[in-house]
């Protein structure tokens, strides 16, 4: 007698009821995705809007950085008075991937929004991406509350926002597939939302080209066909890059935990900020420091740079971001590393603007402790001849950067160096 159980009517069934369950569970995560890339796109587009609109009008009223203290107050009273956790930013939502507990808070975003809005008007030095990615992951975040997804299905949803946020905002849709999964545990990809991750991305990225968003445009760099001796020198810069990332880390950390000490009313670090930015922009007095600085990124890329351009641009953003200005570190990141790159690559055979184009996506990669999303980038924005060096520059970078990188919620799922003599190990047994 035929066991009712497994009669070939019921395993028809069977197989009917799990194929509905997955063609359900997918288009569930399709529909879901498809919402966070357009909350992360639509997000992106009305701040980078915004922000165009306030660079450029800041650059036709010079005078305007002067009220910069005055702005930084402002933002100091208003996150004072009403953020709470909300000023946390990016370390606040890789506090909740990792261990989910409350609803990010939706003030988030028109908090950073603004706040980096006025940063920018009024001159500090700061940079556009970490604030696209805290809006996009505090939207995505009331998705999830709006669907009561489980603890599990908000954690994918959150990494599937930051990263379509950070991909929407530098047009690199393939680096924000991977960033949101590479920034949660360095050494580790969780690929478990690399699904979602890849429908946000792209949706995100398409929304703010549909809606015609000013992206920055960089020169096309002559890479040449790689040579065993450049192996040594892309090490070096690596090296370079590495430290330089590290260098920012540690400022920016030590700097904010000494303003905080010394002042204690937060409403007055950015005014007393602001003042001091103010004079040292009039010392150095070429203003060249203010804002984004996309200008001087494009200029390191088709001609040298000396040292103390990028040194400039940490001491700068640093204290931007220590006073409490709001904005992210990326692009300034960008700007160390590419005018760092332009000026060390007249130290050897590789082209200075190849170097500059390293130092663009190396700096960041040792930051961020994200060398993968950062390599892609690189091939997003450069083309795929520059993959053999920037897989070199980025994880010179990323082994040399040291374990405290911008983003102080990271977890580590084993220390670097010990994956780099595993590696080693690996190698000589081959």
Not at 144 to 166: D, T
Request: hydrophobic fraction near 50%; aromatic fraction near 16%.
């Amino acid at each position: 007698m035929t066991n009712y159980y497994f009669s070939p009517y019921n395993r028809k069934k069977a197989k009917r009821m799990f194929n509905k369950f997955n063609l359900y569970k997918v288009s569930r995560w399709v529909f879901l995705s498809t919402l966070s890339g357009l909350m992360a796109g639509l997000s992106s587009a009305l701040f980078l809007t915004l922000l165009s609109l306030a660079t450029a009008y800041r650059k036709d009223h010079h005078e305007l950085i002067y009220f910069l203290p005055i702005a930084g107050f402002f933002i100091g009273l208003i996150y004072y008075k009403f953020a709470g956790e909300a000023e946390k930013g990016n370390n606040l939502i890789l506090d909740e991937i990792h261990s989910p507990k409350k609803v990010l808070p939706l003030r988030m975003v028109p908090f950073v929004l603004f706040g980096t809005i006025l940063t920018h008007l009024f001159g500090g030095s700061a940079g556009r991406e970490g604030t696209a990615v805290q809006m996009s992951g505090a939207l995505s975040d009331r998705i999830s509350h709006f669907f009561k997804l489980s603890k599990y299905e908000r954690r994918v949803l959150l990494i599937a926002g930051s990263g379509a946020g950070l991909g929407a905002a530098v047009s690199a849709p393939w680096a924000g597939v991977i960033f949101g999964m590479e920034i949660i545990t360095v050494g580790k990809l969780r690929l478990y939302a690399f699904f979602q991750c890849l429908i946000a991305s792209f949706i995100g990225y398409q929304t703010t080209h549909l809606l015609k968003v000013p992206h920055t445009l960089y020169p096309s760099v002559e890479i040449p066909t790689f040579h065993f001796q450049y192996l040594i020198y892309l090490i070096l810069f690596g090296i370079a890059f590495g430290v330089s990332a590290n260098l920012f880390s540690k400022t920016t950390h030590l700097l904010t935990k000494a303003i905080k000490r010394f002042i204690q009313y937060p409403p007055l670090r950015p005014f007393l900020g602001g003042l001091l930015i103010i004079v040292l922009y009039n010392i150095e007095g070429s203003f060249l420091y203010a804002g984004l600085g996309l200008e001087t990124i494009q200029t390191s890329l088709v001609q040298p740079m000396h040292w103390s351009v990028p040194l400039l641009k940490l001491i700068f953003t640093a204290l931007t971001l220590s006073f409490g200005f709001k904005g992210g570190e990326f692009t300034p990141l960008v700007f160390i590393g590419a005018t760092l790159g332009s000026f060390l690559g007249g130290f050897g055979p590789i082209p200075f603007e190849l170097v500059a184009a390293l130092g663009f996506v190396a700096v960041f990669a040792g930051a961020s402790n994200a060398p993968i999303a950062c390599i892609i980038m690189a091939i997003e924005t450069f083309g795929i001849q520059i993959a053999p060096y920037a897989f070199i520059a980025c994880y010179s970078s990323f082994y040399f950067s040291g374990h405290n990188g911008i983003y102080q919620s990271q977890r580590y799922f084993s220390k670097k160096h010990k994956r780099a003599l595993f590696f080693l190990k690996y190698l000589r047994k081959k």
